[in-house]
């Protein structure tokens, strides 16, 4: 088991472009979440799902932002029309749900807007 | 909503002593997690320890120890004999129990630790 990965590491694009960021979660793990991190703050949560099935969407994902995770395995967030505003940490936590959940993280993809 | 602070932005301590972080949290729930995560620079999050609300016990994990307080919503972080490789980002995280929750950690927003040699 090689923990939670995320590809890519670290992501610079100019305003207006797509971004695609990919995260494979602990093989066994049924649920994924995605939060953002920007300087000097926590975590926020963005989206979660279980399985398949994305259950939950924070209202700090605009439509610009899709998320999926086809067959219950890895997990792609998409950023369309990116803005400076979006630059920030995203990070990608997986978990099996019950009693005893913890959530494991990922290393994060940097994503700096020019 | 639930909300977590801390509001400790930054501490110091020296290696080998003792250190507290703070925690405290706004809940109308009975039921739920508690957590102390640990982001080292340019590292990623990890787990220190965590709490059942419903324990009275404080959990303990090596030198890390908390000190849970529900009536208060306190849930402070000590950490004993402190390292240089304890230097990091420590976030307070609130998880709801409730059913049909769907478990989203809420952060706090950090406390900066520094170990001085």
């Given at each position: 088991?090689?923990?939670?990965?995320?590809?890519?590491?670290?992501?610079?694009?100019k305003?207006?472009?797509?971004?695609?960021?990919?995260?494979?979660?602990?093989?066994e793990?049924?649920?994924?979440?995605?939060?953002?991190q920007?300087l000097?703050q926590?975590?926020?949560?963005?989206?979660?799902?279980?399985?398949?099935?994305?259950?939950?969407?924070?209202?700090?994902?605009?439509?610009?932002?899709?998320?999926?995770?086809?067959?219950?395995?890895?997990?792609?967030?998409?950023?369309?029309r990116?803005?400076?505003?979006?630059?920030?940490?995203?990070?990608?936590?997986?978990?099996?749900?019950?009693?005893?959940?913890?959530q494991?993280?990922?290393?994060?993809?940097?994503?700096?807007?020019l | 909503?639930?909300?977590?602070?801390q509001?400790?932005p930054?501490?110091?301590?020296?290696?080998?002593?003792?250190?507290?972080?703070?925690?405290t949290?706004?809940?109308?729930?009975?039921?739920?997690?508690?957590?102390?995560?640990?982001?080292?620079?340019?590292?990623?999050?990890?787990?220190?320890?965590?709490q059942?609300?419903?324990?009275q016990?404080n959990?303990?994990?090596?030198?890390?120890?908390?000190?849970?307080?529900?009536?208060a919503?306190?849930?402070?972080?000590?950490?004993?004999?402190?390292?240089?490789?304890?230097?990091?980002?420590?976030?307070c995280?609130?998880?709801?129990?409730?059913?049909?929750?769907?478990g989203?950690?809420?952060?706090?927003?950090?406390?900066?630790?520094s170990?001085?040699?």
């Amino acid at each position: 088991d090689t923990g939670v990965s995320q590809d890519p590491r670290h992501k610079i694009t100019k305003r207006g472009q797509n971004v695609t960021f990919r995260c494979d979660p602990i093989s066994e793990h049924n649920r994924l979440y995605w939060y953002r991190q920007t300087l000097g703050q926590g975590p926020e949560f963005l989206t979660y799902f279980q399985n398949e099935a994305q259950l939950e969407k924070s209202r700090l994902l605009s439509d610009r932002f899709s998320a999926e995770r086809p067959k219950g395995s890895f997990s792609t967030l998409e950023i369309q029309r990116t803005e400076q505003g979006d630059s920030a940490m995203y990070l990608c936590a997986s978990s099996l749900a019950g009693t005893q959940e913890t959530q494991y993280f990922g290393p994060g993809t940097r994503l700096l807007v020019l | 909503a639930q909300t977590v602070t801390q509001s400790q932005p930054e501490m110091s301590v020296q290696e080998a002593e003792t250190v507290t972080l703070s925690c405290t949290y706004d809940t109308s729930e009975s039921d739920y997690y508690l957590f102390w995560y640990k982001q080292p620079p340019s590292r990623q999050m990890i787990l220190v320890i965590r709490q059942e609300a419903y324990k009275q016990q404080n959990a303990t994990e090596n030198r890390f120890s908390v000190n849970f307080q529900k009536a208060a919503k306190s849930f402070s972080l000590k950490i004993s004999d402190s390292q240089l490789g304890d230097a990091a980002m420590y976030f307070c995280a609130y998880r709801s129990d409730y059913g049909g929750s769907q478990g989203n950690l809420i952060f706090g927003k950090g406390t900066k630790l520094s170990v001085k040699p």
